[in-house]
Every structure is written in C-alpha cells, then in structure tokens.
C-alpha cells in the first residue's frame, strides 16, 4: 500500500509461519439458516406491521426476494428496473474481493423471485427503493422482537443457496443464480439439510 519494494518469496515464507503460529487463520464459516418456522413468525410480524402501517416497507417482498433471489442487502437495493431482464438480471459491481467496481454479472433468476419482481410498482428508477439502514434495521428490531436469536440477513442468502442444491440443481445451475465465479467460493454456502423444495406450497408465496 505504502509503495515499499518487498521479496514476494519472504511474504509467502512469513504468511506460511504466521498461520503455523495460529497469528492468521481462515475465517470461520457461518453456518446459521432459517427454519421456515422462523421465517413464519417474521413474515407474520411484517404482515401486521403493514396492514397497521400501509406505506411502511413491504419487508415481506424483500426477504422473499432475498431468499429465492439469493441476492445480498446491498444488491437487492441496487437492482434497477432497466437491469431486468425477464427471467435474468444484472447485479452491478457485485461484491469481489479483487475487484472493486465494474464487476457486473448477468444472473439467473428463478420463477419464484420474478413474480416477486412483477409485483413491484415502477414508481422509482430502482425496483426495491429503499435503504440498506432500514431494512436492515426493520430486521433485526423483528428479530429482537420475536426473540429469534443469531439471525442475520445475509443468511437468507445462505438459505437460498442452500435451498437451490436440495433442489437438485448442479453447481454450474446454483452459479448462475448466486453470481458465484468458483466452487471454493459458493461450496461455504452450502449446509443440506434435506432433498426437495420446502418451499413448495409456502403460504407466503401467494402473499408477496
């Protein structure tokens, strides 16, 4: 960072001991899913919020989008209306540790998340115009309030991912949703838990 010329052999060696002295490590991989208990008792709780306040957030809409999309907080907010592609979509500048910005990838998008799409007013430039900050904050005051403990939004991601695979789809078919470049990358979102969509017949599908 600071321009200082370095012996990359030495940093490799110097890399090498530090994770033998347990200085560096990898990171611990999160494992948390929702139950579709869990998700119940949340969509539940956003349906009351709405039917009491029409015009607040439709929190229902974005954590379905979330989990059938796959798609992170900060996407989800970004999508726009001229990124949408019938059954695709464009995430601009995708999160990648090597690259910053210009990382835009054309992903899949299945029936489930498309209807939830559809369903949005075109009243703004962005299909889900809303902030990061609130719906994060919208999430965990309803996690708080239900006392669903370690529940975090990303991990609908992780739910949705998941759920791909038990559905039977390959990795090349969950890739194309999730906007994954390599198996070492999306093979830690992957906790099987069962064959089949549990999805199927979901209630809420026909709510949001």
Not at 13 to 31: E, F, K, P, Y
């Amino acid at each position: 960072m600071w321009g200082y010329p370095l012996d990359q052999r030495e940093m490799q060696d110097a890399m090498v001991v530090c994770r033998r002295m347990g200085i560096t490590s990898a990171g611990n991989s999160r494992d948390r899913r929702p139950t579709l208990a869990e998700l119940d008792r949340i969509m539940e709780h956003f349906e009351v919020v709405r039917r009491h306040r029409p015009h607040s957030l439709p929190m229902n809409k974005v954590l379905a989008f979330a989990i059938f999309s796959t798609r992170r907080q900060e996407e989800i907010t970004r999508i726009k209306w001229e990124d949408y592609d019938v059954d695709r979509i464009w995430i601009r500048d995708m999160k990648d540790p090597e690259k910053k910005k210009g990382n835009d990838i054309l992903c899949d998008l299945p029936p489930e998340a498309v209807a939830i799409i559809e369903s949005m007013p075109r009243t703004a430039p962005e299909i889900f115009p809303f902030s990061t900050d609130a719906i994060s904050a919208a999430f965990t005051r309803a996690c708080q309030f239900l006392e669903i403990d370690d529940l975090h939004f990303h991990d609908l991601r992780h739910e949705g991912i998941s759920r791909l695979f038990e559905m039977g789809k390959t990795i090349p078919q969950v890739a194309a949703v999730s906007g994954h470049r390599t198996w070492n990358s999306l093979k830690r979102y992957t906790h099987l838990r069962q064959a089949g969509d549990k999805y199927a017949g979901w209630k809420w599908l026909a709510v949001v």
